[in-house]
């Protein structure tokens, strides 16, 4: 059965208060969490291809069934698109959306982005695109440290370059982004979606369906200033 998508409900009405030194703070702070065993596996599936690449690298975080992967591997033909998810049951769903890639091949892999993004940074990836589609906000105030622009993988994240697009169904997740992105020098591009978009993932239909509200960033995190 399918669920109407519930709007995103937070007791924050805007930008929170702590962010900037939640964001000061990673940045002058390297984030040592050990990296889990699945991650480094998944990583090591396909460092060496993406060292021999020589074509656009397009990577798809929290990319769950992976329907988005299939539509970006379509929309990129020559490039080496990447799917990552920490779920193996989603993406294990995959099969049913591999025929929105058009043909074009692409890769799914199961890691936690915390150690993912880091091991890509540290192997200096440079992303051509890179695309955050519908992330858990973690609407709750006190949880604004679980949310990708407030948490210690953030730097690994800019370092990884490209042209950076987030989407959500809350805007103050991508304020807060943007936020996040300025005190990195890096402009950012924030508007509301039309609504007759075409979906590429499950949430973007539901939330459609539900006639909510869609926010997208875009920032190119390879022009970064000079803060």
Request: proline share 5%; hydrophobic share 40%; glycine share 6%.
């Amino acid at each position: 059965m399918q669920y109407e998508a519930r709007a995103v409900t937070s007791n924050q009405d805007g930008v929170h208060d702590d962010l900037p030194a939640l964001v000061r703070r990673y940045q002058q702070h390297r984030f040592l969490k050990p990296v889990a065993k699945h991650s480094q596996e998944a990583f090591d599936a396909v460092a060496e291809q993406v060292a021999h690449w020589r074509g656009p690298l397009v990577l798809d975080s929290c990319c769950g069934v992976g329907e988005s992967t299939a539509v970006l591997a379509s929309r990129f033909p020559d490039a080496l698109v990447i799917g990552v998810d920490k779920s193996a049951h989603r993406l294990q769903r995959n099969l049913q959306h591999q025929g929105k890639a058009a043909g074009a091949p692409y890769l799914l892999l199961r890691a936690d982005l915390n150690d993912f993004w880091r091991l890509a940074a540290e192997a200096s990836w440079q992303l051509d695109q890179h695309f955050l589609l519908y992330p858990n906000p973690w609407p709750k105030q006190k949880h604004v440290g679980r949310r990708w622009h407030g948490s210690p993988v953030l730097p690994s994240l800019v370092q990884l370059g490209g042209e950076l697009t987030v989407r959500s169904n809350w805007q103050i997740y991508i304020d807060e982004f943007a936020t996040a992105l300025e005190l990195y020098g890096i402009e950012s591009q924030c508007q509301q979606l039309a609504s007759n978009i075409d979906p590429i993932t499950p949430f973007e239909r539901k939330y459609q369906a539900a006639q909510q509200a869609l926010w997208q960033l875009r920032a190119n995190l390879t022009a970064k200033g000079s803060l």
